[in-house]
């Protein structure tokens, strides 16, 4: 048997292990859960409505003014904290991100049907927004990313959430009796996390 | 001290005996009507040890009728063992119609390629025919499995406990026996006596792997609730997937001016 093709299936098994190890990952917090069923009426605490205020610490202007009357020691300081604070609030819109894309999976979940290519073009969405997400992450850690990127990623995540919440009334009832459904399924002995 | 040809004949029996606990467990606990494919292919496995048993003491080991009727029988349970999957699919998946409706054809795609280019990967050693087709068909089982658990884990399913333990059973039987038939491919005369002492083992673990499986308390059966109506999901699920795409768009085209920038 030639090496490669050895080496070969060896490598499958190990990926097949491996993602079967990764398969069984407790969800990494269960306040997304809440956050699917509170959906409706939680719109109010969403990070997207800090936006503004994020926006106006993370302006340039405001680092110029800063140096220029404060001097670079406290503009650097500034700077490095106004970062964790970019930091902080890409993850939290990730946060919300993932609770839409959670909502989308019940609804899914519950439907008698689903559309295929729906279903891949969300998965296909979702490795892309994570993708952009780390890369954007990796920039401001390393102090390269411009705060543009992450006021429009803002913008459209905030544009989405009204989007959903219209649906989401528009929904009424029906939106609520998937929630309620959900939450029964978990309680009967937890098939959907 | 023992060799290897007797150490294979105690692990042959204590297989069998652990396959009779096995199958008296499911007749007691009436799991047979929960998992018939499982009671089949335990039965099975109890039938096949029972024919080459009889089919060693009257035509010999080495003879090659016995070698064929091993290799049919061997065959025979790969393929219940593929109907057993099936049912682990059902259960976990079964309850949710239009996600099934999905995943099924995933599934049933992705092992259909796994097994052909298992298949093609193989070498062409006509001895081990046999060997290669079992091999792509472990291949396809076991991909199958984990295709099933990410399918499950990306739509936040979780198993219950003996679904997913039945699970880990079969996925390590069928990475087991891959690895396996690829030594065995790869070294032949050297491995050839350890072959058949590694591949009883490991179904020995494996079956005290289903053992524990249906030990554990049965999560109450739920049954396929009132489904949301189909416009529920035409109305929400695209104006989503339209809103995530432009966002990623927005997100490129960010990304593009930034790069041309610098």
Same mark, same amino acid.
């Given at each position: 048997m030639n090496v490669i093709y050895f080496l070969l299936f060896i490598g499958l098994v190990l990926l097949l292990l491996l993602a079967f190890a990764w398969s069984l990952r407790k969800p990494e917090k269960n306040k997304g859960r809440m956050d699917i069923l509170n959906a409706g009426d939680d719109c109010e605490r969403r990070?997207?409505?800090?936006?503004? !205020?994020?926006? !106006? &610490?993370? &302006?340039?202007?405001?680092?110029?003014?800063?140096?220029?009357?404060?001097?670079?020691?406290? &503009?650097?300081?500034?700077?490095?904290?106004?970062?964790?604070?970019?930091?902080a609030y890409l993850t939290a819109l990730r946060e919300d991100f993932y609770n839409i894309q959670r909502l989308a999976k019940a609804i899914a979940i519950l439907s008698p049907e689903v559309i295929a290519l729906q279903e891949f073009e969300r998965v296909r969405l979702s490795l892309?927004?994570?993708?952009?997400?780390?890369?954007?992450?990796?920039?401001?850690?390393?102090?390269? &990313?411009?705060?543009? !990127?992450?006021?429009?990623?803002?913008?459209?995540?905030?544009?989405?959430?009204?989007?959903i919440e219209a649906a989401m009334r528009e929904l009424g009832e029906r939106a609520a009796l998937a929630a309620r459904l959900a939450s029964s399924l978990d309680r009967r002995g937890g098939d959907i996390a | 001290m023992l060799g290897i040809a007797e150490i294979d004949n105690y692990l042959w029996a204590a297989s069998v005996v652990a396959e009779l606990a096995l199958l008296s467990s499911l007749i007691v606990r009436r799991d047979y009507r929960e998992y018939p494919a499982f009671f089949t292919y335990i039965l099975g496995a109890v039938l096949q040890a029972v024919i080459l048993f009889a089919t060693y003491r009257h035509w010999s080991y080495s003879s090659l009728i016995s070698w064929r009727i091993a290799w049919i029988t061997q065959i025979s349970l790969v393929v219940l063992r593929a109907l057993v999957v099936t049912e682990i699919c059902h259960h976990l998946l079964g309850r949710y119609r239009g996600v099934w409706a999905l995943a099924w054809r995933i599934l049933l795609t992705s092992a259909g390629i796994v097994l052909l280019y298992a298949i093609g990967a193989s070498g062409h050693n006509t001895l081990l025919i046999l060997t290669n087709l079992q091999r792509a068909l472990e291949l396809a089982i076991a991909s199958t499995i984990v295709i099933l658990f990410v399918f499950a884990r990306y739509y936040e399913i979780v198993p219950d406990n003996a679904i997913r333990t039945l699970g880990l059973g079969f996925l390590l039987l069928s990475c087991f026996a891959v690895l396996n038939d690829t030594f065995l491919e790869r070294f032949v005369d050297r491995y050839v006596p350890l072959w058949t002492l590694l591949d009883l083992l490991a179904f020995c673990g494996c079956v005290v792997i289903w053992g524990w499986a249906l030990r554990q308390p049965r999560a109450e059966k739920v049954h396929e609730g009132p489904l949301l109506s189909p416009d529920v999901y035409a109305?929400?699920?695209?104006?989503?997937?339209?809103? =995530?795409?432009? =966002?990623?768009?927005?997100?490129?085209?960010f990304w593009k001016v930034e790069a041309e920038q610098r």
């Open positions: 990070h997207v409505t800090y936006m503004p !205020q994020v926006q !106006q &610490a993370l &302006a340039g202007s405001d680092a110029e003014f800063l140096a220029k009357r404060g001097g670079r020691a406290l &503009a650097r300081r500034v700077e490095r904290e106004r970062r964790l604070v970019a930091l892309e927004f994570s993708w952009r997400c780390q890369m954007i992450h990796a920039r401001l850690l390393l102090g390269l &990313a411009a705060t543009r !990127q992450l006021s429009g990623l803002s913008d459209r995540l905030s544009g989405l959430t009204v989007q | 109305a929400f699920v695209p104006e989503v997937n339209l809103r =995530l795409r432009s =966002l990623n768009e927005r997100l490129s085209s």
